[in-house]
């Protein structure tokens, strides 16, 4: 989590789980902790999903040649991710982000993933692993986490990048009601889109119970929980990304990335289920404005395939364990 739109060469996966501990700080490490410990946590300790997208139409072009429309008959994707802080201080923590995403598809297409014209099954594999350190400090009177990420991502065949994250997040307010951040995040990986792009977080609970919830670059949307504070949906649009290494690409020996901006619009249903599991339902409508392959090395900009898929519907089920939630159950 969040970069989808910035990062798109991987670090997508975000997920810069580091925003969520920015977002957390309000104190030293016990105020990012009890965030972490929210009925639903921004970030989840294990989470495992399962989105689902319907059939949609897509044109392309390769080199800045179009080819033939294509068609994605089925698509799903299976993701788990481990969020574990293991070393935890009053003034810093150290911790670790593990991810795994499976996406299979069946396309109509030109030849462009592998073999000839035709309708094929085609899945792909891709994992990430993080070492997290974040350290709590103040400037100007505020208090500010300063986060830094060493990531390795790879395919089923071999590890790929290395790649690496640094942040600063100030903490501009915290009362019950309302907590803002403000930040920068600096991208360490020479095919990003962007090296330096800035963070906010704003969260408000108004008096009728609705929340507004801003996380930028991530998303947008409005809360309300139901069922005595054991539900909660919202509305509003958050950014994804499907991220995938390509290889013999258009009969080719190098390797390529393949690097897919998401918007999903819609409505999420969230259920605390005890203290240590919440189920998740999304859905709502799919639109990707970016859909591209570049090699690997490259930068996103030096593309040489571009696909301009069509919106489509997503469902999306998921459930997500934490193990220490029981030592830590109250609000902040």
Not at 62 to 87: M, R, T, W
Not at 110 to 134: C, K, R, V
Not at 216 to 244: A, C, H, I, M
Request: proline share 4%; no cysteine; net charge positive.
């Amino acid at each position: 989590m969040m970069k989808k739109i910035l990062l798109m060469g991987g670090a997508l996966l975000f997920p810069m789980l580091s925003f969520s501990q920015k977002k957390d700080s309000a104190a030293p490490a016990k105020k990012v902790l009890s965030y972490f410990a929210d009925r639903f946590p921004v970030t989840r300790v294990i989470n495992v999903e399962y989105n689902q997208v319907t059939p949609y139409n897509y044109t392309l072009k390769l080199l800045d040649k179009d080819l033939p429309e294509g068609k994605v008959n089925n698509l799903y994707q299976l993701k788990a991710s481990a969020n574990i802080h293991f070393i935890k201080r009053p003034k810093w923590m150290l911790g670790t982000t593990l991810s795994y995403q499976y996406t299979s598809m069946n396309i109509n297409k030109s030849g462009m993933l592998s073999g000839g014209p035709g309708s094929e099954n085609i899945n792909f594999q891709y994992h990430t692993e993080a070492l997290n350190l974040s350290y709590f400090s103040k400037l100007f009177k505020k208090n500010i986490v300063y986060s830094g990420s060493l990531m390795v991502d790879g395919s089923d065949r071999k590890f790929e990048k290395i790649r690496g994250v640094i942040s600063g997040t100030m903490v501009l307010k915290a009362t019950p009601e309302t907590q803002m951040t403000l930040g920068l995040i600096a991208f360490l990986d020479p095919s990003s889109v962007f090296s330096i792009v800035p963070s906010f977080a704003y969260r408000h609970q108004f008096a009728n119970g609705l929340i507004a919830d801003v996380l930028l670059p991530k998303g947008l949307y409005v809360r309300k929980e139901v069922f005595s504070q054991n539900g909660r949906v919202s509305l509003g649009s958050e950014l994804d990304n499907t991220f995938f290494y390509l290889y013999n690409f258009n009969n080719s020996s190098k390797t390529y990335s393949f690097s897919q901006l998401e918007i999903n619009s819609g409505l999420t249903y969230e259920h605390n289920l005890g203290s240590f599991f919440i189920a998740t339902l999304k859905t709502g409508i799919k639109t990707i404005p970016i859909a591209q392959a570049f090699e690997k090395n490259k930068k996103m900009k030096d593309y040489i395939f571009d696909a301009k898929p069509e919106a489509s519907f997503y469902f999306n089920i998921g459930i997500s364990f934490n193990p220490f939630a029981k030592a830590k159950n109250k609000r902040f």
